[in-house]
């Protein structure tokens, strides 16, 4: 089977820089997916990992370990928009078209 | 371009009454996902298009949910009846050819309450 464990809440200050970790069990793994969702709205793609290494875009960065079954997205100079939902998400399948979600964590920002 | 066009956005029935939700995915992607997502957690697979070919619907509750994609476009998901614990956001999202690992493209979601 496949499941993902991230942690269920994180609190962080305005401008520092905050981790949420991911682990994962799957097979025929793809990749890793980060996604923001705001409270009401829809899920919107962040970053995709397939091989090891970090990703960066902008302030966010996201890391993937392949061996170690794991991968984390960092947040850089936090602002309070950034308070959202933040899912990592494996892929597998065909064409890595098969995404499975993890429950979410909870970020939220405080000045 | 437009994005992922889902309706109702709203949807209040009572319970063992039928619903339908629609879903328009952005032109050209060949891959439709419905995903349902109870409050606090995350998105949880319902079924997969490839064109109109449904490839992965091993997730979906096939006594009361059913699935159409005609002519590889617009899709369908149906509940018949509803039960109180089919309250969710159900989410339509698509993804082009290869782009499997860029990301989906989510719709709003259409949140339903069964009463």
């Known amino acids: 089977g496949q499941s993902l464990e991230q942690p269920s809440e994180v609190t962080a200050v305005e401008g520092a820089i905050v981790q949420i970790n991911c682990t994962y069990q799957?097979?025929?793994?793809?990749?890793l997916s980060w996604y923001q969702q705001h409270d009401g709205g829809a899920p919107t793609f962040l970053s995709y990992?397939?091989?090891?290494g970090l990703e960066e875009t902008g302030r966010f960065s996201s890391f993937l370990s392949r061996s170690d079954s794991y991968g984390y997205l960092l947040l850089q100079e936090l602002q309070m928009k950034d308070s959202a939902s933040y899912f990592c998400?494996?892929?597998?399948?065909?064409?890595?078209?098969?995404?499975?979600f993890g429950s979410g964590t909870r970020l939220s920002i405080r000045p | 371009e437009a994005g992922v066009v889902q309706s109702p956005r709203y949807k209040i029935i009572e319970k063992k009454q039928p619903v339908a939700f629609w879903c328009n995915p952005i032109?050209?992607?060949?891959?439709l996902y419905w995903y349902r997502q109870n409050l606090g957690q995350g998105p949880e697979l319902l079924i997969r298009?490839?064109?109109?070919?449904?490839?992965?619907d091993s997730q979906l509750p096939k006594d009361r949910f059913s699935a159409e994609r005609l002519k590889g476009v617009d899709s369908t998901l149906k509940i018949q009846p509803a039960e109180l614990g089919d309250s969710a956001v159900y989410l339509c999202?698509?993804?082009?050819?290869?782009?499997?690992?860029?990301?989906?493209?989510f719709g709003s979601g259409t949140r339903l309450t069964v009463v």
């Open positions: 990992n397939a091989l090891d």
């Open positions: 298009y490839e064109n109109e070919e449904a490839v992965d």
């Open positions: 998400a494996v892929s597998s399948g065909s064409s890595a078209s098969k995404i499975i």
């Open positions: 999202a698509s993804s082009g050819p290869g782009q499997g690992s860029h990301g989906y493209t």
């Open positions: 032109s050209g992607h060949n891959t």
């Open positions: 799957t097979s025929g793994f793809y990749g």
